[in-house]
């Protein structure tokens, strides 16, 4: 496993022991298909080149951010079926949307920060490809999930 998030692990659990039972039962592989991290419910998958270019207090937001999907319930059959009939690209959105307020809620009196600026795709009506700086989808709508 990667230094730095056995380094990130610890401090999750360390802030909150709660979470451990999504770690625990996490097989943590290293994943270049991937662009940044994400979780299947059963690993986390990381990008070693993602990871490398973050703080352990970003990397520790980013592996939260993955549990918290997890606890949502996002990898499963379950968002499968509410997502039917809807724009996918809509729906990985408001996913994310509250997945990160979620995220920074639950964060917001630690070190951990996600890396990047928030970027409202409801406000923009699109994501931003075309920028090379690093974002991640929020809207204040999110904390009335």
Do not use: R
């Not at 990397?59 to 997890?70: D, F, M, P, R, Y």
């Amino acid at each position: 496993m990667n230094d730095k998030i056995e380094k990130a692990l610890s401090k999750i659990i360390f802030y909150f022991p709660s979470l451990s039972y999504i770690i625990f039962g996490w097989e943590i592989e290293e994943n270049n298909n991937i662009p940044t991290m994400a979780t299947n419910y059963k690993k986390l998958l990381y990008n070693p080149l993602f990871i490398n270019s973050l703080s352990i207090p970003e990397i520790s937001a980013v592996i939260i951010h993955e549990i918290i999907h997890c606890v949502f319930l996002h990898p499963t059959e379950i968002t499968n079926i509410q997502a039917q009939d809807k724009n996918p690209q809509k729906w990985n959105w408001a996913l994310e949307i509250v997945t990160n307020a979620a995220t920074l809620d639950l964060i917001k009196d630690t070190e951990f920060k996600l890396p990047g600026k928030p970027f409202s795709p409801i406000k923009a009506n699109k994501f931003p490809i075309e920028s090379s700086e690093a974002c991640y989808i929020y809207d204040e709508a999110g904390h009335n999930h």
